[in-house]
Nanobody
């Protein structure tokens, strides 16, 4: 059974940076065969796509709201995917989730992901 654990959340001021990490374990197949996505959910809002990376990291996709500020990367030797978040804004405040899908290609909808972590809280103060 796939297990995803997010870390790195916290409270920072607007304009600051945070780096989130997602650790993958338990998959029956090689980590590089899973695409990984980051999503976020603010109180009272639906879960929304943030970024995704294909199994080989050859394909990366970002939501328009984070382009130029966030960078997703993966280390297939360490089974991790990181999300570097710069120039943070109060509207980035949310619980951030990483998710895995048993397909190498990226996707931007939650329903296309098979496994989810528990999430990590990111709070940006103005």
């Amino acid at each position: 059974q796939v297990h995803l654990v997010e870390s790195g959340g916290g409270l920072v001021q607007a304009g600051g940076s945070l780096r989130l990490s997602c650790f993958f374990s338990g998959g029956a197949f090689s980590f590089r065969t899973y695409a990984i996505g980051w999503f976020r959910q603010a109180p009272g809002e639906e879960r929304e796509f943030v970024a995704a990376i294909s199994g080989s990291a050859g394909r990366i996709q970002y939501a328009d709201s984070v382009k130029g500020r966030f960078t997703i990367s993966r280390d297939n030797a360490k089974n991790t995917v990181d999300l570097q978040m710069n120039t943070l804004k109060p509207e980035d405040t949310a619980v951030y989730f990483c998710a895995a899908r048993r397909v190498v290609l990226v996707a931007d909808t939650p329903g296309r992901y098979d496994y989810w972590g528990q999430g990590t809280q990111v709070t940006i103060s103005s």
